[in-house]
């Protein structure tokens, strides 16, 4: 029989790193198709709930946000590329001119969830916005890349009102806020994982590693790491096993933010 896991990707559609960290994930769980049957959940997370729905010069936010030059944004925005190109996401930044409150994309991936196609809609998302620079706070956009993943004018008609008969913005704002469950992760992205995930071993988890953590200057990253067990007294051979969390720079420590059940076993490794 084979292993089931369980994975929920909590990401922003505005963060490029996690555009490539589900890059990765898709590619690491195309790995062990037909060893392991993995469920990939779609969950929300606002990394600037309080956005004005016209959004914000990105120039102008990265500055405000984060104090970066504009020397800064435009080394980060190339090794954005580099890995982009590394796992086959394609970043079209002169296009990407502002950043835009998600809440309303947020609800239509909770409404594709129940259709069974919220990894569809995520993937499109993100596309439209790092590839094309569109609008994706904008109902019209919205629907628009409902439909291109199939379903259909009537249903992205049913979702926008749905939206509308729904409860006050607050209330909803909560609710997405929880989706995730009880993530300490601050204003960051993260992945929870119910199981391990073994995934062979080879170079490229190794390579992904060492670039992650030593060249990308960014407050918080998705890494992909691997632990090593030694072979015990009783015989069990040696493993190595495959892990995706998001890791944040505190002063020049790097911890790990992510949820139970995974921090108890990545604990000694902060």
Known sequence: MREAITLDFVSDVV???CAIGLCGLLEAIQRVDGE?????????????ADMPAEGEDLVEHLQRKYGSSAEDI??????IRDFGEEVGFHFDLHKRQRIYNTFDAHRLLHWAAEQG????????LLHA???????????????????GIGLGVQAGAKAALAYAQRKTRGEE??????????????????????????????????????RLIGGVD????????????PADKAGAPPAREFYVTTVCRDGAQWRWASAEPATARWGSLQ
């Not at 990894?119 to 499109?124: I, R, S, Y």
């Open 218 to 229: 960014l407050e918080c990253k998705e890494v992909v790491f691997s632990i090593d067990t």
């Open 129 to 147: 916005y790092f590839g094309e620079g569109r609008n994706i706070s904008d109902n019209e956009e919205l629907l628009d890349l409902a439909t």
């Open 74 to 79: 435009a080394s980060n925005h190339k090794r």
């Open 117 to 124: 196609r919220d990894l569809a809609l995520k993937q499109a």
């Open 173 to 210: 704002q909560d609710a997405i806020a929880m989706a995730a469950g009880p993530l300490a992760v601050g204003k960051v992205a993260s992945w929870r994982v119910e199981h391990q995930l073994p995934i062979e071993s080879d170079a490229q988890g190794q390579v992904t590693v060492s």
């Open 15 to 17: 963060c490029p790193w």
């Open 36 to 48: 392991i049957d993995v469920e990939l959940r779609i969950k929300p997370f606002e990394l600037n």
